[in-house]
């Protein structure tokens, strides 16, 4: 819009009507309120871009302004129980959602020649990605895992990186086993870089 110089012009900027409120409310898998449950939420439309934090309280429940009615990626995590994530298609006034025990994971990482320490590894999980290391005798653990498929990428140096798919499934009384991975060596290429002639290029 152009206005002239020296002159005025008035304009109405009409606002969307503020949505009203929801509440989420974390529960254990019996029913008993988690506290201080981290709840990340994001709006799936385009056009409400929404990124919020949010923390539970003793009630279990924390609330978000603004989101009622949007569709929302729900990511819920908390020390000692399975990461959780949901897909709501229109939020309603009240979302619970319910957290089961975590799981934990171990497994060993070698070469033919022994155990591989310090190696990193990365678990990519629907909720994100996991690090570890290993320790001096190769092995690693995982916590606070969910039940599901997985992606692991282990990394050292001198060495070829390992990529796999696993499964992380069993008792939370006790750790999954991964099972052991076995690394290759590197190796290393050498010649000579030449022109079309066949002649050396030098450096």
Do not use: C
């Not at 304009?11 to 409120?21: A, F, G, Q, W, Y």
């Not at 302004?65 to 995590?77: M, Y």
């Not at 949901?86 to 957290?99: F, G, H, Q, S, T």
């Not at 499934?169 to 750790?175: L, Y």
């Amino acid at each position: 819009m152009e206005v002239p110089a020296e002159n005025r012009r008035q304009v109405d900027i009409i606002l969307p009507k503020p949505r009203d409120s929801v509440t989420f409310r974390i529960v254990d898998e019996r029913g008993y309120p988690l506290s201080r449950a981290d709840i990340e939420v994001s709006s799936l439309d385009w056009d409400a871009p929404l990124r919020q934090t949010l923390f539970s309280d003793d009630a279990g429940e924390a609330q978000l302004s603004d989101a009622r009615g949007l569709p929302l990626r729900l990511v819920v995590e908390r020390r000692g129980r399975a990461p959780t994530v949901a897909e709501i298609e229109r939020a309603p006034a009240l979302v619970e959602l319910a957290m089961e025990p975590a799981l934990g994971a171990t497994g060993l990482v070698e070469t033919r020649h022994g155990f591989v320490a310090d190696a990193e590894l990365t678990l990519q999980t629907p909720s994100g990605e996991r690090a570890a290391r290993t320790d001096e005798q190769g092995v690693f653990h995982f916590e606070d895992l969910a039940a599901g498929p997985a992606r692991l990428l282990i990394v050292k140096a001198g060495l070829v990186p390992h990529e796999e798919d696993v499964a992380v499934a069993g008792d939370p009384e006790r750790e999954v086993d991964l099972g052991r991975f076995e690394l290759t060596e590197g190796g290393s290429v050498k010649g000579l870089v030449v022109d079309e002639r066949g002649g050396g290029i030098g450096r």
